[in-house]
């Protein structure tokens, strides 16, 4: 069955950097497109990225050019998502999601990663 | 790129309907037959209701339905049940392989 783990808590001082992953299995990861996907606490969902089956190409939200970068081992079958200059701001939890069947769709999730930024 | 617009809040007895909005512009919601529908219960990953307006995933009940007319799209919970109490969220391709989500909304099973 099609799994995403994702690595596990992080707590970061402002100004730092944060790596998180998400590993795949269960389904071919070259054929689908992984999204990331960030929660606030007690806030709604907001779109981070994407990046392709192949990991040649990402697109991020605006507000996060800059400072996000995604990016896929294919050999490992796990995405990962860089994201620098934290502020607390940033205090959220990130999902890691694969597409489904149609356009625009993320059909399975991961369980999400707490990033807690505080000085 | 801001937010499509939810009701924070929606209601209704077991065995009837609700109806969540979902408004946009004409460059997200109306712009693209590519709206999808989320369900999240507390503390748990969203899961996916609706993909392309008014496709439903394998395993979703046909009580979940979608629909869209210019820049508002609107999913449709019949036969409400108590497990359908859980916070929604749509989705928008918005051009340029970006996405936004809508604000949300908490649906409450009276």
């Known amino acids: 069955q099609v799994q995403l783990v994702q690595s596990g808590a992080e707590v970061k001082k402002p100004g730092a950097s944060v790596r998180l992953s998400c590993k795949a299995s269960g389904f071919t990861f070259t054929r689908h497109f992984i999204h990331w996907v960030r929660q606030a606490p007690g806030q709604g969902l907001e779109w981070v990225g994407m990046?392709?089956?192949?990991?040649?190409?990402?697109r991020y939200a605006q507000r996060f050019q800059g400072r996000v970068t995604m990016t896929r081992d294919t050999s490992t079958s796990t995405a990962y998502m860089d994201l620098n200059s934290l502020t607390s701001e940033d205090t959220a939890v990130y999902y890691c999601a694969r597409d489904g069947e149609h356009f625009g769709d993320n059909e399975y999730w991961g369980q999400g990663t707490l990033v807690t930024v505080s000085s | 790129q801001s937010a499509l617009t939810q009701p924070p809040s929606a209601s209704g007895s077991p065995g009837q309907s609700v109806t969540i909005s979902c408004s946009g512009t004409?460059?997200?919601?109306?712009?693209?037959?590519?709206v999808s529908w989320y369900q999240q219960h507390p503390g748990k990953a969203p899961r996916l209701m609706i993909s392309?307006?008014?496709k439903r995933p394998s395993g979703v009940p046909n009580r979940f339905s979608g629909s869209k007319s210019g820049n508002t799209a609107s999913l449709t919970v019949s036969g409400l049940q108590a497990d359908d109490e859980a916070d929604y969220y749509c989705s928008s391709y918005t051009g340029s392989d970006n996405y936004v989500f809508g604000t949300g909304t908490k649906v409450t099973v009276l």
């Open positions: 392309e307006v008014t």
């Open positions: 990046i392709n089956p192949s990991g040649t190409w990402t």
């Open positions: 004409s460059s997200d919601v109306g712009g693209y037959n590519y």
